[in-house]
T-cell receptor, first 111, second 116 residues
Framework: AQSVAQPEDQVNVAEGNPLTVKCTYS??????LFWYVQYPNRGLQFLLK??????LVKGSYGFEAEFNKSQTSFHLKKPSALVSDSALYFC?????????FGPGTRLSVLP | DADVTQTPRNRITKTGKRIMLECSQT?????MYWYRQDPGLGLRLIYY???????NKGEISDGYSVSRQAQAKFSLSLESAIPNQTALYFC???????????????FGPGTRLTVL
């Protein structure tokens, strides 16, 4: 069975600094990995996904994620954080027909 | 206009009441899903439907039922609501791409349900 862990409940970063939101996964077979973002009072929005190919995946709003097979990680990154990036971030893995979501990490970008 | 809509957005009800949450989509997708979100637990799949005639239980289907009235509509019912069903409920849709591995989901805004 597949699973996703997000080891940090909360990440705080100053505006303009780089940010990292961590995700590790467990899946049998090839991993299909996703990041979603949830803004207040909104549904989840797709950010990016890794299917195969380059280990660095670029997505929406300047976000990117680095796939590391040996560490079974898929960390979300952004070179320069914005206050508007403050939200809840979910990592997900596609196994079989359905998605399994991590518990979420709340990102706060401080001005 | 939103592609995936949910009604109601907020609902407070009492233990034992029957509740229906509705989801509509204009994306033309065949696949629809119901999730619940609880703090610290992420999203958990309740039911999913790959077309009008196909309904499947997810991870936590006990206490819930669904109806797929049309390609665009997927309703979630709580036959007899209980307090531990208090949560944020999301509907999602996805298309069937040529490669199922590249599936991406599109979420509605959520329904906040409180069972007293």
């Amino acid at each position: 069975a597949q699973s996703v862990a997000q080891p940090e409940d909360q990440v705080n970063v100053a505006e303009g600094n780089p940010l990292t939101v961590k995700c590790t996964y467990s899946v049998s077979g090839n991993p299909y990995l996703f990041w979603y973002v949830q803004y207040p009072n909104r549904g989840l929005q797709f950010l990016l996904k890794y299917i195969t190919g380059d280990n660095l995946v670029k997505g929406s709003y300047g976000f990117e994620a680095e796939f590391n097979k040996s560490q079974t990680s898929f960390h979300l990154k952004k070179p320069s954080a914005l206050v508007s990036d403050s939200a809840l971030y979910f990592c997900a893995v596609k196994g079989g027909q359905n998605f399994v979501f991590g518990p979420g990490t709340r990102l706060s970008v401080l001005p | 206009d939103a592609d995936v809509t949910q009604t109601p957005r907020n609902r407070i009800t009492k233990t034992g009441k029957r509740i229906m949450l509705e989801c509509s989509q204009t994306k033309g997708h065949d696949r629809m899903y119901w999730y619940r979100q609880d703090p610290g637990l992420g999203l958990r799949l309740i039911y999913y439907s790959f077309d009008v005639k196909d309904i499947n239980k997810g991870e936590i289907s006990d206490g819930y039922s669904v109806s797929r009235q049309a390609q665009a509509k997927f309703s979630l019912s709580l036959e007899s609501a209980i307090p531990n069903q208090t949560a944020l409920y999301f509907c999602a849709t996805s298309d069937l791409p040529s490669d199922v591995r590249t599936d991406t989901q599109y979420f509605g805004p959520g329904t906040r349900l409180t069972v007293l």
